[in-house]
């Protein structure tokens, strides 16, 4: 939506703040409740048993908290500034995919990844199975119990979009290290900084492959020729 604003000539620069502390005394008995009751919240003694993203032991997410902040604006106004970019918006979609408490709509996440792309595709001349190599796919994963969360969903949304070309994405993920913290952007901000650095986080306590997602790239930490950003934001 920013990068819309500043291409309709409505600003020139936007500011995005985001935090979130739902762990706070008063608060986390009412919202962890909630997630325990709902099956989706894991109680172990150990974050490493726990904080298992992508792993088919995957049982349920912990609970997190943050905050971030991202200045989206006009290459021309960062020129002026006398400042180098650290990534181009290419392209955004804003959509709900949630039709259960519990659960995404993963055939329709399909689609909307389908169409960012192509659009993506359309407006910069760029081919999606040219650029896999140099991606990262920064996931939301939140290792949930696997019925219809976030794993699914990503998993067979690359596979659908990029086809054979999907295992060339290499795939990273912050919340198992931080937990999910609620509608903070965290990913946005490693997203940037991959992009500058080329280096990648591990996906944290990954041990055993869950064959209803199949093999996957999943970052083992490090120097990754990455040039391309793509995410979700459930």
């Given at each position: ?15 995005i ?86 659960r995404?709509?993963i ?21 999606r ?8 796919f ?14 699914a969903?990503?998993?067979e949304?690359?596979?659908?979009v990029?086809?054979?070309?999907a ?24 997203a940037?900084k ?6 990648v ?6 041990k ?9 790239n999943l ?16």
């Open positions: 939506m920013a990068q819309d604003w500043i291409q309709m000539g409505r600003c020139e620069r936007v500011l703040v985001a935090a979130d502390d739902i762990t706070s005394d008063s608060t986390i008995d009412w919202f962890a409740s909630g997630f325990v009751a709902s099956g989706v919240a894991a109680t172990d003694a150990r974050v490493e048993d726990a904080a298992i993203p992508f792993d088919k032991r995957r049982h349920g997410m912990i609970v997190g908290m943050g905050g971030a902040s991202i200045v989206v604006e006009s290459k021309e106004i960062a020129q002026k500034r006398g400042l180098n970019p650290i990534a181009e918006v290419l392209g955004t979609t804003f959509n709900n995919s949630a039709f259960h408490g519990t995404l709509d055939s329709h996440i399909k689609g909307l990844m389908e169409n960012l792309i192509a659009d993506c595709e359309k407006k910069w001349g760029i081919n199975f040219d650029i896999a190599p140099n991606t990262v920064v996931s939301h994963e939140t290792y949930t119990p696997a019925r219809g969360g976030s794993a969903a990503e998993v949304a690359l596979k659908h990029f086809k054979d070309k295992n060339d994405i290499v795939i990273a993920n912050t919340k198992g290290f931080t937990g999910h913290s609620m509608a903070v952007g965290l990913e946005d901000v490693v940037m991959i992009l500058e650095t080329g280096i986080p591990p996906v944290a306590n990954f055993v492959i869950d064959p209803d997602l199949g093999p996957l970052s083992k930490g490090g120097q990754y020729p990455i040039y391309y950003k793509s995410n979700k934001a459930y």
